[in-house]
Nanobody, 120 residues
Framework: QVHLVESGGGLVQAGDSLRLSCTSS????????MAWFRQAPGEEREFVAA??????TYADSVSGRFTISRDVAEKTLYLQMNKLKPEDTAVYYC???????????????WGQGTQVTVSS
């Protein structure tokens, strides 16, 4: 079982930046696809970004504002979020899986989530 722990969420104003982190217990961290999803109240969980080896992909709604990255030595996934908007408010989850996918069903391990709130 892979354990994922997110951190870095908080309350910010529109236009601000935040960096989320997700530490993994996986021994083969570099071999996993890692992703960020988010879920706003009353909404379904939605894809944000994913990375595997040197490939990454983003949801249209965050492309150009968010950057996903990973530190293999530290077994940590990051999400740098710039120019935050109120509509980015959600619980953000990191996930790991076998392949680079935008569908949450492609990921088998999930963290507990971290709240990001963007005020206008």
């Amino acid at each position: 079982q892979v354990h994922l722990v997110e951190s870095g969420g908080g309350l910010v104003q529109a236009g601000d930046s935040l960096r989320l982190s997700c530490t993994s217990s996986a021994r083969a961290f570099a071999s996993y696809a890692m992703a960020w999803f988010r879920q706003a109240p009353g909404e379904e969980r939605e894809f944000v970004a994913a990375i595997m080896f040197d490939r990454s992909t983003y949801a249209d709604s965050v492309s150009g504002r968010f950057t996903i990255s990973r530190d293999v030595a530290e077994k940590t996934l990051y999400l740098q979020m710039n120019k935050l908007k109120p509509e980015d408010t959600a619980v953000y989850y990191c996930a790991s899986g076998a392949g680079l996918r935008t569908d949450s069903r492609g990921y088998t391990n999930w963290g507990q989530g971290t709240q990001v709130t963007v005020s206008s």
